[in-house]
């Protein structure tokens, strides 16, 4: 049993755990740096963060083709359910943790704002902590630095996923304050680079991370993977 996060680029990622394939926040269509297109996507979940168009795209063609599970807040399942007919969802909210069969999920806060490409109300930005066999993954998805991610840290954070991109998100500096307060044993930066608002250097970034945290940071390109657990 392995569990292998591939970055598809932006806030994209595509996760294999097992026999379980999961897409998170899949943007690819229109996204200039993804390495799939959206038919070669295969996921039985979709993880949604919020309802920018960045991050929920391509959510409709997938869950149609693949009859995957959208599991995301109460007002973009809803959403989802009535205006795109989706009927297999899992609904949550802040702080809720469920149980699938690649294993648990946990929603929790990011400081973002969230609407829908229709202008409906996406509800609040969400991050996710996802409890797989060989430790948790972090996912912060869009957000700034806060500082209950010290609470999320002591969950004991075996890979932590940040974003970098600044403007939109917290940049390269406030990245590194979340480390010292995530604690995770490893690092990978995303939402960066997709366009020029949020271009940065990864290299110098990773060289920061080395320097001032514990953490060992990993820089992919899109298409490239991480496996979970030590190193084979
Ligand atoms: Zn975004």
Known sequence: MTTQLT???HGSW????????IVLDPFVTDSPT????VDEIDADYILVSHG???HVSDIVPIARRCNSTVIGIFEITSWLETNEQLT????MNLGGEIELPFGKVKMVQANHSSVLPDGSSGGVAAGFVIGFPEGRVYFACDTGLFLDMQLIGKMGIELAVLPIGDRFTMGPADSIEAIKLLTP???VPAHYNTWPPIEQDADAWAEAV???TEAEPVVLEPGQSISLGPAD
């Open 14 to 21: 595509l996760i294999t755990s097992g026999n379980h394939r």
């Open 88 to 91: 297999t969802t899992e609904p």
């Open 185 to 187: 044993r490893q690092v």
């Open 210 to 212: 080395r320097g001032e």
């Open 7 to 9: 970055w598809l680029g």
């Open 52 to 54: 920018h168009f960045d």
């Open 34 to 37: 993804a390495p799939l297109q």
